[in-house]
T-cell receptor, first 111, second 115 residues
């Protein structure tokens, strides 16, 4: 069955460091891969999208890589800040435009 | 621009009762999606509307769930009769087109508790 794996353990890093989150998937051929941020009691907020034919995408302090051979995406936050503390969700969209989500990874950035 | 609005934000009902959730998407967004997060697990797809038509309802759990989008504007999701396992957070999202070029805009969700 289709599956998205994100590290279920929380990631704790020091302010100013780079946070790297991983998204692995199986039995899926996504046309798009998205990353969302979710804060407690709120809905997910869209951050970045990368297409299957793209290797890397950047937006301000965020960088996403997409390796369709490894079936993996890495999400980087450089110069992390306490305000970046949240749960980050990986989402895959098929060519039929159905999107599935991973369970997310919690990030804590300590001042 | 107003975001995606969901109502109510919380609902507590008894098993066997009926509950209707409402979602107002961003004006002009033809695509509307319902998702559900149960017991801290991943957000799971329920269904997708394009305007008033159901494009994909493969994620609907069973026939106790009925979604409508009359007129292609707001949508409702009715659960009748509710069961304990229906508890969770129901999210609605919208997008202008079918391709997620700019991602989906989510509402804050409705937390449903069935007791």
């Amino acid at each position: 069955s289709q599956k998205i794996e994100q590290n279920s353990e929380a990631l704790n890093i020091q302010e100013g460091k780079t946070a790297t989150l991983t998204c692995n998937y199986t039995n899926y051929s996504p046309a798009y891969l998205q990353w969302y941020r979710q804060d407690p009691g709120r809905g997910p907020v869209f951050l970045l999208l990368i297409r299957e034919n793209e290797k890397e995408k950047r937006k301000e302090r965020l960088k996403v890589t997409f390796d369709t051979t490894l079936k993996q995406s890495l999400f980087h936050i450089t110069a992390s800040q306490p305000a970046d503390s949240a749960t980050y969700l990986c989402a895959l969209t098929s060519g039929g435009f159905k999107t599935i989500f991973g369970a997310g990874t919690r990030l804590f950035v300590k001042a | 621009e107003a975001g995606v609005t969901q109502f109510p934000s919380h609902s507590v009902i008894e098993k066997g009762q009926t509950v209707t959730l409402r979602c107002d998407p961003i004006s002009g967004h033809d695509n509307l999606y319902w998702y559900r997060r149960v017991m801290g697990k991943e957000i799971k797809f329920l269904l997708h509307f394009v305007k008033e038509s159901k494009q994909d309802e493969s994620g609907m759990p069973n026939n106790r769930f009925l979604a409508e989008r009359t007129g292609g504007t707001y949508s409702t999701l009715k659960v009748q009769p509710a069961e304990l396992e229906d508890s969770g957070v129901y999210f609605c999202a919208s997008s202008p087109g079918t391709r997620p070029n700019y991602g989906y805009t989510f509402g804050s969700g409705t937390r449903l508790t069935v007791v």
